[in-house]
């Protein structure tokens, strides 16, 4: 099993919808989660870190779920400047990995 | 503030030819990191480092070096390219520590013949 999983996808939904993706984790001692958005041919870009008690950023809400090891990220009233590939990182400091990125959830909003 | 710059951006070489890939940040951060992205890979961590004149072995570390001399510099070095070493290069910086914000340069693209 990996480290990290996410569902390659691709995601296509229309403008408008709302998107839901989820990322699991197979270490129970990790200790920080983030989001990432990677453009295409682009470097990544951190979109927002995952708190314990949950983060919301205008449209997009990150939740952690210890008990079943696993992050997600929901995505409302999606927009066409969405498309993109969301990638998951899980950081355990006692790890031999420390930082483990996951391969990414390609998204893509249709008009 | 240029963030994280890569040279070079795009390069080709012949299996057993050496380069050396060089990563620049003007943030002040401590932490630097060399990372490659192969498709349905995901990115894996090569080497990092967490200060001026340390390194240490990420993921998968076989067949790269890299030096730290100066604190804003993180350079990547192939010292015998094989195929299996086409991939995009990223090198990214921190602050000060693995839970922190990781600033990406714009990449380096590798195709080894």
């Known amino acids: 099993r990996k480290e990290v999983e996410q569902d390659p996808g691709p995601f296509n939904v229309p403008e408008g919808a709302t998107v839901a993706f989820n990322c699991t984790y197979s270490n129970s001692a990790s200790q920080s989660f983030f989001w990432y958005r990677q453009d295409c041919r682009k470097e990544p870009k951190l979109l927002m870190s995952v708190y314990s008690s949950g983060n919301e950023d205008g449209r997009f809400t990150a939740q952690l779920n210890r008990a079943s090891q696993y992050i997600s990220l929901l995505i409302r009233d999606s927009k066409l400047s969405d498309s993109a590939t969301y990638l998951c990182v899980v950081i355990d400091l006692q790890g031999a990995q420390k930082l483990v990125f996951g391969q990414g959830t390609r998204l893509t909003i249709n008009p | 503030n240029a963030g994280v710059t890569q040279t070079p951006k795009f390069r080709v070489l012949k299996t057993g030819q050496s380069m050396t890939l060089l990563c620049a940040q003007d943030m002040n951060h401590e932490y630097m990191y060399w990372y490659r992205q192969d498709p349905g890979m995901g990115l894996r961590l090569i080497h990092y480092s967490v200060g001026e004149g340390t390194t240490a072995k990420g993921e998968v570390p076989d067949g790269y070096n890299v030096s730290r001399l100066k604190k804003q510099n993180f350079l990547l070095g192939l010292e015998s390219a094989a195929p299996s070493q086409t991939s995009v290069y990223f090198c990214?910086?921190?602050?000060?520590?693995?839970?922190?914000?990781?600033?990406f340069g714009p990449g380096t693209r590798l195709l080894v013949l």
């Open positions: 990214a910086s921190s602050l000060a520590g693995w839970g922190e914000t990781q600033y």
